[in-house]
C-alpha cells in the first residue's frame, strides 16, 4: 500500500477518534468487531491495516474510504502548511482541528445532502424511483461482490505464505 494512503488514512482515524472523545477506539472495535490491539497498530503507524478493515473503520463514521483518505489529506496538508508558516505549537494544534473539523462538517454535510436527495427521489411516485432502486440495488451488490472477493484475496494470500512456509520448512 502506497504509504501516503496510509498516512492519510491514520490522520483522519485520529481525528475522527479525538472527535468521539474517550473510550472511541473501544467503541469502534466492539462494534466493528476488529481486534482493539489492531486499531491500536493502526493509530501509531506499525501497521497500515488492511483494505477491509480500513473499509470498516470508515463505515464506523459514515464515510466512504475515500472520503477518509480526503480527510486525512486535507488534514496533513493543512499541518504542512502551518508549519511551514512558523505557527507556535499551540495555535497549530488549534488550527490543525478547526481546518479538520470543517473539513469533517463538509464530507458529512455532502452526504447527508446526498442521502436527502436520495430520499425525495425514492419518496417520489416516479420512474425515476425505480431506476434508482435498480441502481442502488447493483450497486449493493457489486460492492458485497467486491467485499467478499477482497476476502477471498486476502485468505489465498494468507494460504500461500502458509504453503510457502511449510515447504520450506519441509526443505522444498
Sequence with gaps: M???????????LIYLLDQE???AQSHQAGQQKIDRGYIKA???GRKPGAEDVRAKIAAHFHLTYEDMLALGRRILENREDD?????????QKKLIHDKAAETAGGVISSITEKIMKTVVVLESDSTCRDVLVDLIDAFHEA?????????????I???EVQIARLKKEAGL
Excluded: C, P
Aim: glycine content about 8%; proline content about 0%; overall charge positive.
Design 42 to 44: 493502526i493509530i501509531k
Design 157 to 159: 494470500k494468507k494460504m
Design 83 to 91: 508549519i511551514l508558516e512558523g505557527d507556535s505549537s499551540v495555535e
Design 143 to 155: 460492492v458485497i461482490t467486491h467485499n467478499e472477493n477482497l476476502a477471498l484475496r486476502n485468505r
Design 21 to 23: 472523545g474517550r473510550g
Design 2 to 12: 502506497d504509504q501516503s494512503v496510509s498516512k492519510y488514512f491514520n490522520a483522519a
